[in-house]
């Protein structure tokens, strides 16, 4: 588990729930990475277009604090 979250959506010393957003980063991530691994060689699949516009806010707001 990911940030201690006591399980439902806070965190075990707060009640944030930046837990469950790392866990959903992670996930996308993880499922891109597996994905890619898993489909070598075959033809890829089509891609989300609401993912796609989730993963490139996520993005530019990264890129956003990082100067």
Request: charged share 20%.
């Given at each position: ?34 994905s ?9 699949l ?12 996520i ?9």
């Amino acid at each position: 588990m990911i940030g201690g979250g006591t399980g439902n959506g806070q965190a075990a010393s707060g009640g944030s729930m930046s837990g469950n957003v790392m866990e959903a980063l992670l996930a996308m991530l993880l499922n891109d990475k597996i994905s890619s691994e898993l489909g070598a060689g075959a033809a890829p699949l089509p891609r989300n277009p609401s993912a796609d516009a989730l993963r490139s806010r996520i993005q530019k707001d990264l890129d956003a604090t990082k100067g």
